[in-house]
């Protein structure tokens, strides 16, 4: 199971697996128990049994548990979470007239905090009009684009991903529940096979550090198990909020593969499935990382 890359970055003895009925489950590295209550009223879901056959996890776990105290301690408290001033900024941009057609997010949506709940929780989702699997991101510039007749935004860009937190925060305590089966099962697929595939020079899969290693140490790093309930995250290393294909394209590029563009329907399909290894787990963003 192991190769001679992997024991290169980890410098680790063997990793030792087990079956539970069909499907094998990788030794855990368990997190320290905590609780993530936010603002001492909420508590999330940090830690689920996923449905079989989705993954090779036991438990999935909120990367929450795997961070320092003091982080945990950041995330828990919204006057503390840096990532929260940019939802508030998100508001601005939500009732702001822009486009040929005069036209707000509120002309159509009103306030997020009637329109948009459950709505992270449930994306990426199959989109009817679209044909396609879309993301939230996909959707706020379908609005944009053929709805107000303004500019679409950058998908990685702050007024995406501002907005998508603003979004997000209205599912926060909700669980996780992607639909992978239906018109999304074959992207659904696509992106589980990109999930376990190895790829780059150090011929590594997500699976071989998010699976097979979370808990571990790389570099100064615990990994966690690469989970995206907690998206958009706000990085302590760059001091803003960050998306998930950004996310991606960074772990991809640390295998020194090749990487994909972000909103590329690849990347689309690669969110559903790690998406769907999380259900279960209560969408908590945006969540505070290193
Ligand atoms: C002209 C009306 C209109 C405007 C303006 C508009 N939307 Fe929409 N939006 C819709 C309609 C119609 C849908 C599809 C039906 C639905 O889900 O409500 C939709 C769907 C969505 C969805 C998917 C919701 C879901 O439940 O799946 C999101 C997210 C969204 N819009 C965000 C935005 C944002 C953010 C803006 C502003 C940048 C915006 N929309 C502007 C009409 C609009
Ligand atoms: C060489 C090891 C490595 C590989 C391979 C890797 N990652 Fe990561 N990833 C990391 C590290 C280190 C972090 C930061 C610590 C953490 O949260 O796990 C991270 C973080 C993440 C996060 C953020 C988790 C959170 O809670 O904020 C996601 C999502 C993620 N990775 C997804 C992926 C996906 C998808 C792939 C495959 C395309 C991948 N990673 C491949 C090392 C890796």
Same mark, same amino acid.
């Given at each position: 199971?192991?190769?001679?890359?992997? +024991?290169?970055?980890?410098?680790?003895?063997?990793?030792?697996?087990?079956?539970?009925?069909?499907?094998?489950?990788?030794?855990?590295?368990?997190?320290? =128990?905590?609780?993530?209550?936010?603002?001492?009223?909420?508590?999330?879901?940090?830690?689920?049994?996923?449905?079989?056959?989705?993954?090779?996890?036991?438990?999935?776990?909120?990367?929450?548990?795997?961070?320092?105290?003091?982080?945990?301690?950041?995330?828990? @408290?919204?006057?503390?979470?840096?990532?929260?001033?940019?939802?508030?900024?998100?508001?601005?941009?939500?009732?702001?007239?822009?486009?040929?057609?005069?036209?707000?997010?509120?002309?159509?949506?009103?306030?997020?905090?009637?329109?948009?709940?459950?709505?992270?929780?449930?994306?990426?989702?199959?989109?009817?009009?679209?044909?396609?699997?879309?993301?939230?991101?996909?959707?706020?510039?379908?609005?944009?684009?053929?709805?107000?007749?303004?500019?679409?935004?950058?998908?990685?860009?702050?007024?995406?991903?501002?907005?998508?937190?603003?979004?997000?925060?209205?599912?926060?305590?909700?669980?996780?529940?992607?639909?992978?089966?239906? =018109?999304?099962?074959?992207?659904?697929?696509?992106?589980?096979?990109?999930?376990?595939?190895?790829?780059?020079?150090?011929?590594?899969?997500?699976?071989?550090?998010?699976?097979?290693?979370?808990?571990?140490?790389?570099?100064?790093?615990?990994?966690?198990?690469?989970?995206?309930?907690?998206?958009?995250?706000?990085?302590?290393?760059?001091?803003?909020?960050?998306?998930?294909?950004?996310?991606?394209?960074?772990?991809?590029? @640390?295998?020194?593969?090749?990487?994909?563009?972000?909103?590329?329907?690849?990347?689309? @399909?690669?969110?559903?499935?790690?998406?769907?290894?999380? +259900?279960?787990?209560?969408?908590?963003?945006?969540?505070?990382?290193?």
């Amino acid at each position: 199971m192991k190769n001679k890359s992997l +024991n290169g970055v980890f410098g680790l003895v063997a990793v030792t697996t087990f079956a539970i009925g069909t499907v094998s489950v990788w030794a855990e590295t368990a997190p320290k =128990p905590a609780k993530l209550v936010v603002n001492d009223e909420s508590e999330m879901v940090t830690e689920v049994k996923p449905a079989e056959g989705i993954s090779h996890l036991a438990t999935a776990y909120d990367g929450w548990r795997f961070r320092a105290s003091e982080t945990q301690a950041v995330q828990s @408290d919204d006057f503390e979470n840096p990532g929260m001033i940019f939802v508030e900024q998100a508001l601005d941009n939500w009732n702001k007239v822009d486009g040929t057609e005069g036209k707000s997010c509120a002309s159509c949506h009103g306030a997020p905090e009637e329109s948009m709940v459950g709505v992270r929780a449930s994306y990426p989702k199959w989109d009817e009009t679209m044909g396609k699997v879309a993301t939230i991101e996909m959707e706020i510039n379908n609005c944009r684009t053929t709805r107000m007749g303004a500019e679409p935004w950058k998908y990685t860009g702050g007024e995406m991903t501002t907005m998508n937190a603003l979004i997000s925060v209205q599912s926060r305590g909700m669980p996780v529940n992607v639909a992978i089966d239906g =018109p999304a099962q074959s992207a659904w697929e696509h992106g589980k096979e990109m999930y376990y595939t190895r790829t780059g020079e150090l011929e590594l899969s997500c699976a071989s550090c998010h699976e097979q290693h979370y808990g571990d140490k790389i570099r100064a790093e615990t990994l966690s198990q690469g989970q995206i309930n907690g998206f958009p995250s706000y990085r302590l290393k760059n001091g803003k909020l960050n998306s998930i294909h950004a996310r991606f394209k960074g772990c991809v590029r @640390d295998t020194r593969a090749e990487t994909y563009k972000p909103g590329s329907q690849d990347f689309v @399909d690669l969110e559903l499935y790690v998406a769907s290894r999380g +259900n279960g787990l209560s969408v908590s963003g945006p969540s505070v990382r290193n």
